[in-house]
């Protein structure tokens, strides 16, 4: 191990070795306070949670001169008069690399006598100790630690490299398993701010899911995905081994974007710039990279993806979105998961979240440059999706109208924002069809225990979905009058039928209910009743052909065991009354509001497709 020479290193370089021991030995935050007359008497801040821990760094390796106490002292002043007043102190800390005398205590401890809490002296011993502990970073700030990280990242790139030829798949892979583990481990040895775990996988790159890889929760501040050869490619996973990591030996990349004036790139890059706001698939070119060796990529062009970290809402309550009426109660409230924060250069926000089922996505850029907030309102594709679970969604929708007003709250709690009320909205008659169609789906889940789910809008047969509503309100105990001409059933007792010579009767028809949904028949448990008014029997016209369906087994009465008889009925009139048609959304115009946009960003087809639905079925 290299041996630290206190007395001839300069003051910044053991300043920023001692903050660096203290703060990747801390579990929890911290920081490193940049050197400057205006450091306020601190040089390092670990938080904990009961307070926060200040540290003043000299590099004074004797006995103190007069010079030097002036020096602490002028620190300490500096620390009670401007630090201690604003923060939750749970201590401070002298740190030299000199074990001091009681002499030297005793003049920190008067220096120190009206504080309020826990003062110390770190010296050599501590910090000797604190150093053997972390030999990685002795040798990365006094020794050639940096280039051993810079030989082992090297070795770690050649990792598939002279494997053994004509050897058994066995064999191979324990022999590529046994380098890949020696690498990684030979790397975490020689970088004391990062760790390495490296993968060697079959495939391509241009095959991999690789979005959805980078969207989940990970410890990871640099993932490389490298094509290696035709068949596999690398991912290797730079974590930092603490907090101040990041801000010890940070990652640093510059690109250079290009996109056209005007164009729908250009507006992602100053969302961005102003709010933070992810965006995807835009050209530039890699101009640098800084950091540990193994993430030095050759500069070059590409198309880059920027998305918001998940940590980001690690703190957040659970979040909903409340929607008020023009007297300021509660409408409808609709619970945000897979919520995502990110912030702009100067006060933008980028806030992004959707609704338990996904059918609706909301973004949010508050505090714009002109001091505008925008709303986009995102409808998702909800076919094959339960009616139950997507139902607060599209009613949420369909009652965003003129007046109404939008708020961001906790959960069951206060409201994060004020309202925001809506002006210049027409979203036409869509969305409250899309709610009819979805309520009537749930009220026909509650009668069946078939799995039910909401169909195509857009390949759906629009008899089909016309059933589906009169359906429901059959479910609902309503009653439906409609025109028809002829029904056929099966009679279980055929001679209590009325002779052919009697007037026009009254039969009551009791069946099962089955509805059509995705081009499948769903069965309701309720049956439907109907009373067939103002028809006639017809019954067959020659005896022999009746002669011989008696003598049929197969046509015999029901009381018999046999199959019943089939007979017509025909309708001479029929009632002319139509179900009523669907009510149509409200059409509203509504100026745009300066402080305010609602935008459909996107109109997903199964959302505008009803817009067709506005005018009733007849039947």
Known sequence: MVRINWELESGEKIEEFVAALLLLRHPGPGNRITPSRGDRGVDVRLVHPDGIGFFQVKRFSGPLTSAQKMQIRKSWATFCSETAPHAPVKSWTLVCPW?????????????????????DWMGRATLETMAAENPALVEFYF?????????????????????????AAEDLLDAITSRMIALSTALNDVDPFYRYEIDLRAGHLRD???????QAQTDAAF????????????????????PAALQLRPIGTTIRLTVEKGSP?????????????????????????????????APGDGRFTVMALPSNTADLPDLELRLLDTNGRTIHTLDLVDVELARGLNAGVWFSGQDRSGALTFTMLMNGPDGQTEIRVEPQPIAGKSPAGVLPAVQFKAAM??????????????????????EDIDQGPGPRNVAHLVEALTDIQRHTIARITIPDVDTADLDELSAILRAARLLRGEQITVPWTEVTMTLGTPENLPPADAPEAALLLVQPMTVTINGGSRRAQRPTTGVLRQCQTRRP????????????PTRACHRQHRRPRRHHLNLKRAAALRRDPLPAAAHTNLPRLPSLKIVSVKSAASWASLQRMEAPHRH
């Open 223 to 242: 993932i490389e995905y490298r094509q290696v050869t035709e068949d596999y490619f690398r991912v290797m996973r730079i974590i930092p081994r603490s």
């Open 99 to 119: 074990n001091p005398s009681n002499e030297a205590l005793e003049w920190l401890e008067s220096l120190t006598a009206d504080a309020q809490f826990p003062t």
């Open 143 to 167: 020794g050639d630690g940096g280039e051993r990280l810079h030989r082992a990242i090297t070795s770690a790139f050649r990792g598939g490299d002279h494997l053994p030829d004509a050897v």
């Open 541 to 552: 016209r020659h005896r022999a052909e009746r002669a011989t369906r008696r003598r049929n």
């Open 265 to 297: 790139e250009q507006e992602a890059i100053e969302a961005f710039r102003d709010f933070g706001a992810p965006f995807a698939e835009i050209p530039g070119t890699v101009a640098s990279v800084n950091g540990p060796p193994g993430i030095h990529p």
């Open 208 to 214: 991999q899911p690789l979005e959805a890889a980078m």
């Open 401 to 422: 109208t003129t007046g109404t007003q939008l708020l961001l709250a906790v959960r069951g709690g206060p409201a994060l924002t004020g309202a925001w009320t809506l």
